[in-house]
């Protein structure tokens, strides 16, 4: 990596900026390469503006290409594959200027020496360290530029600069029914050492304020990948967990899981801080003071969807007095000896490669019109690679892994090779649920019986049924009565009509039981 001044060089053709919309495209002016150019390989020279930030900034640049020139650049698409690259950068000054090449950078689908013809290029500075997406406020862009690049012919560098950066998120507006919680929290802004929230959406039943004398059960609410109490405002999720139209009506905390790792999982972790204990001591206690919930732990309910739905199992096992149970659809794995296929606990294992030598697939499904979609999960820890922080692969680390000497989760496998560290892999077994399932006490088992509900595809594609199925194992080995189930028509989103009104049914018996009232009566407040 070097520095130089700016110095506008190849040719460039602006077209309108990625990410963050509007903007007419901007000429840019042509500087063809002189045919008599000493051969080079295609190097990137990146700089910013004041308006960026007027300090020096340390993070990531990443830079995307498209094959079709017309086509946005988004962020990495595993379905459609594009050249991808990504470099760190260290107190980097407004104005300065710096040539990226191929030998430091972190590939995706290209090597950057190889690249020819038109393309669509254009790059994102993840400078944010507090979130973990490229778009979150504070990162900046570029503008798309479509650019002609002549392999190993290329005289000068390719121009780009970061002059815009990406503003707040959508704002959460609340209504008479769902509500916004931001509660301070002194467990998380103690161990981050500045002020730190939790961050949840409360909605409420239609009846909650024409009977004032009325308590509600409670059901937190822990969506997947991506997913944060902002989905409280759209139909989609409220629909999906069953908030309206199905049984009896209930308080529902649609909580915020992300972080600047990923998705805590309300795991606590060396690298999140004490996300486990801010949830019994923080949250719950925040939710029953302010809402007229009922505080029997029976009426207590967790539901949640993929990471979230593995989040709310790992809270009901370990604290199983404090909830009348948990549904989760789709959980990531329950079971590390199948993490998506691959035993980590096996000698010499390995997470791209199995004992063939073959690559193993993480995702498979139909894509449009039939075509079958496999994606390696090679290609699915290259998203991390790319990133550097806040995608999956980091996020497991981060909620299972100890800290390594450099201050980052310990790797569970080398995200070149996909080989799985031993050390690392022993370390998480705290975190296996089958383990941990195995070894409660006689007591803790029977405080858990009848309470786990976990459903997912016959052939879930992101090969999840595997855990599921050694984790019913272990319930049975331990006698322990729980409702999975394995749907054969189902995607990884599981959720059906059908199955809302079973979970609801089921949740409305266990608060018909606990409170000893007959079907269809309400709590009155004590």
């Known amino acids: 990596m070097t520095t130089e001044h700016p110095i506008l060089s190849v040719v460039l053709l602006a077209a309108a900026p990625l990410f963050a919309g509007g903007g007419a495209p901007q000429a840019t002016a042509l500087h063809p390469a002189q045919e008599n150019a000493e051969a080079q390989v295609l190097r990137i020279r990146v700089s910013f503006t004041e308006e960026v930030s007027r300090i020096p900034v340390s993070g990531r640049v990443i830079v995307g290409f498209n ?39 972190v590939s995706w689908h290209g090597d950057l020496a190889e690249l020819n013809g038109w393309y669509g290029v254009q790059a994102t500075l993840k400078a944010n360290r507090r979130a973990r997406v490229a778009r979150a406020p504070g990162n900046a862009f570029t503008a798309k530029n479509v650019v002609f690049i002549e392999k190993s012919r290329m005289c000068r560098p390719l121009d780009l600069l970061f002059d815009a950066k990406f503003g707040e998120g959508g704002e959460f507006r609340e209504s008479e029914l769902v509500k916004l919680a931001r509660i301070p929290s002194p467990l998380l802004s103690g161990f981050y050492g500045e002020p730190q929230t939790i961050e949840a959406a409360v909605v409420l039943p239609q009846s909650y304020f024409q009977q004032p004398g009325r308590r509600y059960p409670s059901v937190y609410v822990m969506g997947g990948w991506g997913s944060s109490h902002m989905d409280a405002l759209a139909g989609q999720p409220q629909r999906r967990y069953g908030m309206v139209g199905f049984g009896g009506e209930k308080v529902f905390v649609v909580i915020n899981g992300e972080c600047p790792s990923g998705y805590h999982v309300f795991c606590s972790s060396e690298t999140n801080g004490p996300r486990e204990e801010s949830f019994f001591e923080e949250l719950i206690p925040f939710v029953e003071r302010e809402y007229r919930v009922d505080r029997n732990p029976a009426t207590r309910f967790l539901i949640g969807q993929s990471s979230g739905a593995w989040a709310g199992l790992w809270l009901l096992v370990n604290h199983p007095g404090q909830f009348g149970a948990a549904y989760a659809g789709s959980p990531d794995p329950v079971d590390f000896s199948d993490f998506s296929g691959t035993d980590i606990y096996e000698e010499n294992a390995n997470l791209f490669l199995d004992a063939a030598g073959q690559s193993r697939c993480f995702i498979f499904a139909d894509g449009p019109g039939g075509s079958p979609i496999r994606i390696t999960m090679r290609d699915f820890v290259g998203l991390d690679r790319i990133a550097g922080w806040g995608e999956q692969m980091y996020s497991f680390d981060a909620a299972f892994s100890r800290k390594g000497p450099d201050g980052k989760p310990l790797r569970l496998c080398d995200w070149g090779t996909g080989r799985v560290a031993p050390a690392v892999a022993a370390s998480w077994r705290r975190h296996d649920l089958s383990l941990v399932v195995a070894g409660l006490t006689c007591q803790e088992t029977s405080a858990l019986q009848g309470k786990i509900h976990i459903y997912v595809a016959e052939r879930d594609p992101f090969k999840l049924d595997g855990a599921v199925r050694a984790f019913q194992r272990v319930l049975a080995a331990k006698n322990l009565q729980a409702d999975i189930r394995f749907l054969a028509k189902a995607g990884h989103a599981v959720w059906s009509d059908e199955l809302r009104r079973s979970i609801h049914e089921d949740m409305d018996r266990i608060v018909r039981s606990a409170s000893g009232e007959a079907p269809g009566s309400s709590q009155a407040l004590p």
């Open 67 to 105: 094959r079709s020139t017309s086509a946005p650049i988004a962020d990495p698409d595993l379905v459609d594959p594009q050249p991808t690259f990504a470099w760190e950068v260290h107190d980097w000054k407004p104005g300065e200027a710096i040539v990226l090449d191929g030998r430091e950078a």
